[in-house]
């Protein structure tokens, strides 16, 4: 009977033992999975970001729309400005304010402790303060390789996220109509021109621009090869456009984009533009400053900015 016991015992002990080496592997399986990270290269580092982020803050409005394609969730958002109309949900106070794109909100920010901040050129000179936040990429687009580099930051959000099989569908979509446009583009016989109108002065835009996808990416002729490629554009006179004398004009609104009154219209279609080809021929395209100034590099705002210039070729 002695004997029995003791087996039984020394049954259960084995039992007990086997139970809570299995209890800390589980243990440490959850805790390799919550401290699971992406170890991302962008343009100002290299940056070890937690896998599926609970917490995101996002400065970027191009992201933003991104994340919101995806229904990914987000934690802040730039507020203090001007969101994108298709965007207003995140005005809401659903959401915190983090400021605004050029004067983060730190305090708020540090308040919300985020898991992850993305930013774009208008905070990179603040990244390190960032990063002592929070891990911090900068996802902006390089408007002088617009495809790759906003590929590059699709398939990170796609890492970051689980995401991948979404953003490769997205992609291909993409890929396909620009295809389909730069064909039409590229066999078409007009020529284009990008302006810029901001209260009363215009700015041009050629190849490698900030609107240069229209020429590099969508196959649009530029009227003037001589443009100089800047972040803010070459500034010109309605002189310049008339002596260009374009087949397209494609016209960016920023002061509708800033949330001023839009008067790009009124300026543009003036007497002097009434002698141009495209005003002739009913060729001056207003195009969305939300997608074109305001959220570019997003997976909606690329896909719709396609749509726009597909439907101005071959009209």
Request: charged content about 25%.
């Amino acid at each position: 009977m002695k004997k029995l016991s003791l087996t039984l015992v020394m049954s259960l002990l084995i039992l007990f033992i086997a139970a809570c080496g299995s209890a800390e592997s589980s243990g440490d399986t959850n805790a390799n999975s919550q401290e699971e990270t992406v170890t991302v290269n962008h343009e100002l580092g290299e940056t070890d970001v937690p896998k599926n982020p609970q917490k995101v803050v996002v400065f970027d409005f191009g992201i933003l729309d991104t994340l919101d394609k995806l229904e990914i969730d987000v934690a802040g958002v730039a507020q203090s400005g001007t969101i994108p109309a298709y965007l207003e949900k995140y005005g809401s106070d659903e959401y915190e304010n983090i400021g605004s794109l050029k004067e983060p909100d730190f305090e708020k920010i540090s308040e919300i402790d985020p898991d992850l901040i993305i930013i774009s050129g208008r905070q990179a000179t603040l990244y390190d303060q960032l990063m002592e936040i929070a891990p911090t990429i900068h996802l902006g687009v390089d408007t002088t390789n617009y495809m790759e580099s906003f590929k590059t930051n699709m398939n990170i959000v796609g890492e970051i996220f689980d995401k991948k099989d979404e953003i490769e569908e997205e992609l291909s979509t993409i890929d396909e109509a620009i295809a389909s446009l730069n064909d039409k583009a590229s066999s078409s016989e007009e020529n284009g021109l990008i302006i810029l109108a901001n209260d009363d002065k215009i700015s041009a835009y050629g190849t490698n621009s900030r609107f240069g996808i229209i020429h590099d990416v969508f196959g649009v002729t530029p009227v003037d090869e001589g443009i100089e490629a800047s972040t803010h554009g070459m500034n010109v006179t309605f002189e310049y456009v008339k002596e260009q004398d374009p087949d397209l004009l494609y016209v960016i609104d920023r002061t509708a984009a800033v949330g001023g009154e839009s008067s790009a219209e009124q300026i543009v279609e003036n007497t002097l533009m009434e002698n141009t080809k495209a005003y002739q021929n009913d060729n001056i395209f207003y195009l969305d400053p939300d997608f074109w100034y305001l959220s570019g590099g997003g997976l909606i705002s690329v896909a719709e900015m396609v749509n726009e210039i597909d439907a101005t070729i071959g009209q």
